[in-house]
């Protein structure tokens, strides 16, 4: 059974049997593309609410540059019928102070509207993207099987950007418009009642095609906001895995595949673009139709039936288009609404995942002090990828407190799924995993894990200092802990070598450091947590012979007190264990020491001659 085919991969994480885009993303997807409404969007009220203060200053701000802009109206008939038609200086510098004063009070109050929208949308998101962040951590390693990392990156970042433009800018917008409309209209009913019915039967016109276009307009933003997530998703893939893309000369391929999945979300966001431009000339083609024919019999009434005046007029007009342009101007927000309504529902999804590894409603409490046992009761576990393929059966063992055991076989045999079981990354689908007694599915997964400590064959580093990476294993280790940590791990040296000492910047994912260095950094990161139960995937495996040797000695202080479990293809690493457990298609085929299993000439026995090239004695 192969590595792949076993969904083991050679480090502690994420398997190689992933999903890159399931049924069940795509179905949610459909979902909310059918959907006609913005009830997505209602999910972000509770982070309005949080802080109301900001979001009350807003609307009352909002109210202020309304009333003044509707004013503006009142205060343009009063220069033409007062200022104008009296002919004195003193009623134009009356009626021009008038319009001066709503002006600024428009200004202020559109200036502060501005402020306070924008800074709510920006706090809005911010909250928002650290509880998504936050819920993410949370999510067990089947989720990843299921999504590709770059599409989580993308609903934290393009589509967080969406809900923050939303709610810091085109919410502002809807509510004003609405209110623009509305104030537009009533105002209208008392300067010309009698052509109040033309202006309501004009509304209605706008809002048809808005409605007639809006499901069709949604429908096609979810999709560009889906089809531009995955081309991140690969980037993400592609960047991550730089080094072998550019070690096989996939540069042009890669750019290639990246350029059509670009494409593709550029054709899907184009076809939004274009239902949005129909939908906007449409209502832009009714809007002035309307306008045209109101105004003719406005016109009518005050140069032929001389039923209103100069300024009515001009009041009218004003209103008119303020009521019609604002109805315009909702197309294009109820366009951006549903837009953000689909990134909105996007985040709803991830939110609403929930991981399968979770504390129980009744947590069972690690027993203190803690003895370190770890036992493995006829366990059976597959893999979410690949449910009829078990990556162990029947699996048993148990290992003493203080004991230093190795796992050894061949690839695909189940030693690195040993170590994520009992990391609780997964359940096993019968039998039990237990340390010091407790059931780990009765435990809390985080109190399980602050029991150990985990050095994997490609332990990943982040960027910081060394210290920073090392404080990553134990919050509150004192530098003198870490510095020792270090000595033990034979990396001290190399990192006070570097210019600024353990303050010194590694880069990210500690590039900056040979590949033996990073490992003897992580080593010194797992000793720094002093936990009873060590956890070593491979852990010699990118050192040379001189650094091995030095790391062991290191490693093998580390052990004493320790419950070490042990995973090694190099056997010469394992010599010195308590017991080696030899592992073939997820059993356990042989256990005993070195000299033992040499003797037997079984499987362990043929894995010695194949390394060292002599038969085992």
Do not use: C
């Not at 184009?270 to 209502?283: E, N, S």
Request: aromatic share 6%; hydrophobic share 50%.
């Amino acid at each position: 059974m192969s590595e792949a085919n076993s969904g083991e991969a050679t480090a502690i994480g994420r398997p190689t049997t992933g999903v890159l885009l399931t049924q069940e993303i795509a179905q949610s997807a459909e979902r909310r593309a059918r959907a006609r409404d913005l009830r997505p969007l209602a999910n972000i009220s509770p982070f309005v609410r949080a802080h109301k203060i900001d979001a009350i200053l807003a609307l009352v701000f909002l109210l202020v540059s309304t009333g003044a802009t509707l004013g503006l109206s009142w205060a343009v008939r009063v220069v033409v019928d007062r200022g104008v038609e009296m002919h004195t200086y003193q009623s134009l510098r009356h009626t021009f102070l008038l319009l001066t004063a709503v002006v600024i009070v428009l200004a202020v109050g559109t200036a502060a509207r501005f402020y306070y929208i924008t800074k709510l949308g920006e706090r809005v998101a911010a909250d928002l993207r650290k509880v998504l962040y936050d819920h993410i951590l949370t999510l067990d390693q089947a989720f990843f099987l299921k999504t590709r990392t770059g599409e989580v990156l993308s609903r934290i970042t393009t589509d967080l950007t969406i809900v923050e433009a939303m709610v810091g800018t085109w919410s502002s917008i809807a509510l004003r418009n609405l209110l623009m409309v509305a104030g537009s209209i009533a105002y209208l009913l008392f300067v010309a009642p009698q052509y109040f019915l033309y202006v309501l039967l004009l509304v209605p016109a706008v809002l048809l095609p808005l409605y007639l276009f809006g499901g069709h307009v949604r429908r096609l933003s979810v999709k560009a906001q889906d089809r531009f997530a995955e081309a991140v998703g690969f980037a993400g893939e592609t960047l991550d895995a730089l080094e072998t893309v550019q070690a096989f000369g996939r540069e042009a391929n890669v750019a290639q595949r990246f350029g059509q999945a670009v494409e593709t979300a550029f054709k899907a966001s184009l076809a939004r673009v274009r239902a949005r431009g129909q939908m906007t000339g449409l209502v832009i083609v009714i809007i002035y139709a309307g306008i045209g024919f109101i105004l003719y019999k406005a016109t009518v009434a005050v140069f032929i039936q001389h039923t209103m005046t100069g300024g009515q007029l001009l009041q009218f007009i004003f209103l008119s288009v303020l009521a019609a342009s604002s109805v315009g101007q909702l197309g294009e927000v109820v366009g951006e609404l549903q837009k953000a309504a689909g990134a909105m529902g996007r985040i709803d999804d991830l939110l609403a995942a929930q991981p399968e590894i979770a504390p129980p409603a009744k947590v069972t409490p690690m027993p203190k002090p803690a003895r370190g046992e770890v036992v493995f009761e006829h366990v059976t576990f597959a893999y979410p990828g690949r449910p009829d393929l078990a990556a162990l059966s029947d699996f048993s063992l148990h290992v003493r407190p203080g004991e230093r055991v190795a796992l050894v076989g061949p690839s695909g045999a189940g030693k690195s799924t040993v170590l994520r079981l009992l990391l609780r990354f997964y359940d096993p689908q019968s039998g039990v995993v237990s340390i010091d007694g407790v059931d780990l599915k009765d435990a809390d997964p985080a109190e399980v894990r602050a029991r150990m400590a985990l050095v994997g064959q490609d332990a990943p580093l982040f960027s910081g200092s060394a210290f920073e990476n090392l404080r990553f294993g134990r919050e509150d280790a004192s530098i003198a802990e870490m510095q020792a940590a270090a000595a033990a791990a034979q990396a001290r040296g190399f990192i006070e070598a570097l210019p600024e000492g353990f303050d010194t910047p590694i880069g990210e994912r500690a590039k900056t450091l040979s590949g033996g260095q990073r490992q003897r950094l992580a080593i010194a990161r797992a000793l720094v947590r002093n936990a009873p139960i060590l956890l070593l995937d491979e852990a010699t495996s990118a050192l040379d012979a001189e650094n091995e040797r030095l790391v062991q000695k290191a490693l093998h202080e580390a052990m004493v007190g320790r419950t070490t479990l042990v995973i090694a293809h190099r056997l010469a690493t394992v010599l010195e264990a308590d017991r080696i457990i030899v592992m073939e298609d997820g059993h356990v085929v042989d256990e005993g020491s070195h000299a033992e299993l040499s003797a037997r000439g079984g499987l362990y026995a043929r894995l010695a001659k194949l390394q060292f090239g002599v038969e085992a004695a």
